[in-house]
């Protein structure tokens, strides 16, 4: 717990270690990660390591009641797991109710030694993290919301590695300053750890040059702009300029906004400043500052252009494996819709209604007890169910008119795998609210996003354009608003697996849902027994 005064406003916050944002863990390629966890306050916590593939360590992948328990007051857990194939930055993050907001940092993944990026090597990395402040707690502000079955409060700020910047009121000195020398070219490691928004991201007069996106090398593309949704992260080289400019320069991001819902329209800024030799007579705060200029709000086709540039680097060293032949397809539809009041409440959502988020009409409901724990010992009965639908249960003109029924059903549903079933995944947005984009994560697997479009997906003519040669490769992906996206992955990685919407309402009105994957018949394919301290409910 520690004490921040932010926009005029003094709160307690939840944090690792006294830090916000919380502390770095630096490792490589191949490093065994040990992590002991000690829960000193009242929330019941669990962390997420967000992007490990997590092989056959699914006991670590920390979502609540998904692969444990959470962490209750005054006990501990170790997260023990192995970095296998990745390089470039993840993150660390609470994965209960909305803690995240808070409780969250960077993960650096550095080459084996003396293995070289396929990239100039950088002078210096920086991570930069973005976030939401909210000057009310989070934990209220989503609790009223689920109570109301309206949408939630708003964040007061966005934040740039937990500084709000000058735009803001009392924030002045809450600035992130990049303090860069000339002619260097810095790595520069963003991540969007924000709750609710997707981000631009732009630093005047300089070029970005992006290299990796989630701990996966893509095909160097320079750009001065950049769109980042929650649970994405970007790294990109910043090269400086050559000579001392006659300026300093104010970074900055803002939210991309899709849909009807409320958002915080503000801007968190920092400042690039160039380090001036002593004997300069020129004095920093006396140079003109350089002003951003970013997207539109709702500039769709900037955001469906900037990610159609990413491409895996798809070399002899790198590979795109991406599965040639399907042996399981499912088509998802991912919205917002409506369940009925309960009796005896007042319900604030449309037509007295409430909220729900849902993937092909099923609005997720998280078990009381871990559904990996349930799996593990064969004791789903009263846990969850294997029957949730492969595509929609009912048809309907996805992204044009909504259909006179906006309500869904509410259940705890999964998909069953076997072993290195290769799946191609159509995950269609809906416009019953207006059309939204939804950045979805897929736990303990990485993917491969083959193909996007504008409107209603048409399963004949459309995986003709399938890029199957050097697509994306990446964690998380943003269905676009009015849109889809297909993906393919292989389900190598026995346990159980979350995905969900990283817009961190949409999951808590149930966006989201599990795969299950069995054991492979080999001792390296199967899932070892849940370490002894696992967290009990």
């Known amino acids: 717990m520690q004490n921040v005064t932010r926009l ?38 669990s962390l997420h390591w967000h992007g490990v593939r997590q092989l056959q360590s699914g006991w670590a992948d920390g979502p609540s009641y998904v692969t444990q328990c959470p962490i209750q007051r005054g006990q501990s857990y170790v997260y023990n797991f192995t970095i296998v194939g990745q390089i470039g930055t993840l993150w660390w993050h609470a ?32 991570p930069v993290m973005f976030g939401e402040w909210f ?41 992130f300053k990049l303090s860069v020398k000339p002619g ?18 732009t630093i005047p007069d300089h070029t970005l040059t992006v290299v990796d996106v989630d701990a996966v090398y893509v095909k160097p593309f320079d750009t001065d702009t950049l769109l980042i949704t929650p649970g994405q992260t970007y790294n990109v080289l910043l090269k400086t300029k050559p000579n001392y400019p006659n300026a300093t320069f104010l970074m ?13 329209n503000s801007t968190t800024t920092g400042i690039l400043e160039y380090q001036r030799p002593n004997s300069s007579k020129v004095h920093i705060k006396d140079l003109p500052l350089f002003k951003p200029t970013l997207p539109p709000l709702n500039d769709t086709s900037f955001a469906i252009n900037f990610t159609t540039k990413l491409r895996s680097l798809a070399n002899a060293q790198f590979p795109a494996n991406v599965p040639q032949t399907i042996d399981k397809r499912f088509f ?109 994560h897929l736990h303990g697997h990485n993917f491969y996003l083959v193909g996007q479009g504008i409107g209603n997906f048409d399963p004949y003519k459309d995986p003709s354009n399938f890029n199957l040669v050097d697509p994306i490769e990446r964690n998380t992906a943003g269905v676009p608003s009015g849109g889809w996206v ?17 817009l961190e309402i949409h999951t808590s009105w149930g966006l989201k849902m599990a795969w299950i994957v069995l054991d492979g018949k080999l001792p390296n394919q199967k899932l070892p027994p849940p370490p002894s301290d696992l967290p009990k409910c």
């Open 252 to 264: 900055a991001a803002r939210p991309y906004v899709t849909g009807v819902a409320t958002f915080d």
């Open 184 to 201: 260097k070219t810095y790595l520069l490691r963003l991540i969007n750890a924000a709750l609710n928004d997707e981000l631009f991201f």
């Open 486 to 502: 297909a993906i393919r992955f292989q389900a190598n990685n026995p346990g159980v697996w979350f995905m969900h919407c990283h």
């Open 8 to 45: 005029c406003h003094t709160k307690s916050i939840l944090t690792v270690n006294g830090q916000f944002p919380g502390p770095r863990i630096v490792t490589r390629e191949g490093d065994r990660v040990v992590v002991r966890v000690n829960n000193h306050v009242d929330n019941n916590v």
């Open 95 to 126: 994965h209960i109710s909305w803690l995240r907001a808070t409780l969250h940092g960077p993960i650096l993944i550095l080459p084996k030694r003396h293995v070289p990026y396929p990239f100039p090597k950088p002078y210096k990395d920086v």
């Open 332 to 440: 998802f539809t991912v919205g917002i819709g409506t369940l009925p009041c309960p009796k005896n409440q007042t319900c604030q959502g449309p037509n007295g209604t409430k909220f729900a988020g849902s993937i092909n009409n099923v609005s997720f409901i998280l078990p009381s007890t871990a559904l990996l724990q349930a799996h593990y010992f064969g004791q789903s009965n009263g846990v969850y169910t294997t029957d949730f639908p492969s595509n929609p249960p009912i048809p309907f003109n996805y992204t044009g008119a909504p259909p006179n029924n906006t309500l869904v059903i509410s259940g705890t549903k999964v998909v069953v795998l076997p072993f290195n079933t290769n799946v191609e995944l159509v995950m269609q947005g809906t416009s019953i609210f207006g059309g939204e984009s939804h950045p979805l």
């Open 135 to 175: 000057n009310a707690n989070t934990e209220a502000i989503i609790k009223q919301a689920l109570q109301t079955g309206a949408a939630p409060n708003v964040s007061d700020a966005y934040t740039i590695n937990g500084l709000p910047g000058p735009l803001y009121n009392c924030s002045a000195k809450d600035t």
